[in-house]
């Protein structure tokens, strides 16, 4: 399943990066050819050559013709630089240097069929492989599809942070920087292919990312109360049956991605067989293959979740073991995040014209449910290592990543519990202070 969407994906990419149509051949009868080396090179002319020799020879490493002028009309002058520049080319190539100089989208093009046999081998996620086709999207944007790598100055990329600010204003420093790393790796695996010299690297001015001011912003309570009370009964303005459809699965969505905190790719690939049923309660495993951190884990969700699940199995049409929870209208595969993104995008449309930018942000994305779900249980006390266990993150990641708590909320909680004060020194004395006579606002 996976093989085949991959390979139609590569396919989608080729086609939107091709290459531009051959301009029509120029007539160029040869008049006088000669072959030497039993017919490895040779030298001829064309009609057209303006009695100037021309040399040519066949490249079997890059299975291309070789072909360039000699700049001279005189045969036996042909001759001597026909031979050095033979024996140049042979060795040169023999030695594993290309002569020709790969395309940025042929570049691109190994450099995903590469990534795809790593993904075939479940050494990346589908997640990443589809992160490094985005990213590379923006790389031929930059340089062009039909740009020669070779001719590409190495410091050329310090442009790089500019083009994106330019196309995007609000473009992240965290994109950028994983797209420049995939770029970066791109180069790694032409210099191992020879595609580039092996002093290629390119350059791009580091710069600093504030992590907590990158970080995406988590719902607000009163947020999440419109977005869930908006997205309840979005379905009634659908367009037809198929959107119909897609708007009660965002809905369905949205709750249990705020309710398991799972990453978006993580609850999107999952299948029926992830999940069992145990009384009140679910147990869903989410395998390594379908995971960001490459790891596989096992949660148990309430039975709240487990109302969510059965609801979207009850609105499906493809409901077998192996079938996607979140499956297409039409087919037994799993449906295309797009239709999420549309429907939630519409949503996010239509709060925006009921409600205003104080009440509600509109610039919050799906991926904001899971840092409000750990925000709200960092608030509720819950034991921060037991935490980024189950969300499949790290501790770091808790408190710079996905802590929406702010310092007057940790001081309320603070202030709700009876704290004990030792004074050191000529006094022992334990001082309580309690937080029921001070109200914060």
Known sequence: MVISRTKSRLKDFRKNNRKPEKRKPRNQKVTESYAYFDGRYKIFRTAISNQVYHFHTYLRNEKKTFRR??????????????????????SQSNSGKRIFSLSARELAEKYIEHEQKRLNN????IGRFRNIEAHLKHYLRFVHTTTSIANIDPKFFNDYLGHRKKIKKDVRLTTINNELTTIKKMYEFAREEK????DYF?????????????????FEIPEYEILISYSKHFHKYAKNEEDEYYCKLMHLFILLMSNLGMRFGELHNLQ?????????IVQITIRKEKTKVRRERVILANEKCAEYLKRVRKISKFTS???YIFSSYRKDIICDKSNLYRCYQRLIERISQKKTSAEFDVTKTFYCLRHFFITIRLLQNVNTY???????????????TYDGMTSLEASKEILKSQHSIKRFGDFNEYFDYKSKSVELK
Do not use: H, W
């Not at 029926?272 to 009140?280: G, L, R």
């Open 272 to 280: 029926y067989e992830d999940i069992k049923f145990i009384k009140n």
């Open 321 to 323: 073991r192996t079938s």
């Open 195 to 198: 595609y580039v010299p092996p």
């Open 122 to 125: 479940d050494l990346i996620s």
């Open 69 to 90: 002028s000699l700049q001279t009309t005189d045969l036996k002058e042909a001759e001597k630089r026909a031979e050095t520049m033979y024996f140049d080319v042979q």
């Open 386 to 400: 037991k935490l980024a266990r189950y969300c499949g993150t790290s501790l770091k990641e808790i408190q710079m």
């Open 202 to 218: 390119i350059k791009y001015e580091k710069f600093k990312i504030d992590k907590k001011a990158e970080s995406r912003d988590a």
